[in-house]
């Protein structure tokens, strides 16, 4: 992913994977479709433990070429 071809996006936790992959429905802002991700984890939250369950809200930011796969940056609450 290039840095400035990104979009970001929320999303709620289908499937884990193995090697820290998940399967991710996302909701777009700008429209009201839902669609299905193949995300892995950001560094920072592999580094300090950040656990993720099926159910669990995220923010994932999309390459904007792609939206097929992305990674996972923030867990809400």
């Avoid at 840095?3 to 709620?12: E, I, L, Q, R, Y």
């Avoid at 992959?21 to 299905?36: A, G, H």
């Avoid at 984890?41 to 950040?50: F, P």
């Amino acid at each position: 992913m290039t840095k400035g071809n990104k979009m970001s996006a929320d999303g709620v936790i289908e499937e884990c994977l193995p090697a820290a992959m998940f399967r991710v429905k996302v909701t777009v802002p700008e429209s009201t479709e839902t669609f299905t991700v193949l995300a892995h984890l950001s560094g920072k939250m592999r580094i300090n433990y950040i656990r993720i369950l099926p159910g669990d809200r995220v923010a994932v930011e999309l390459d904007a070429n792609d939206l097929t796969k992305g990674r996972i940056t923030f867990r809400y609450k």
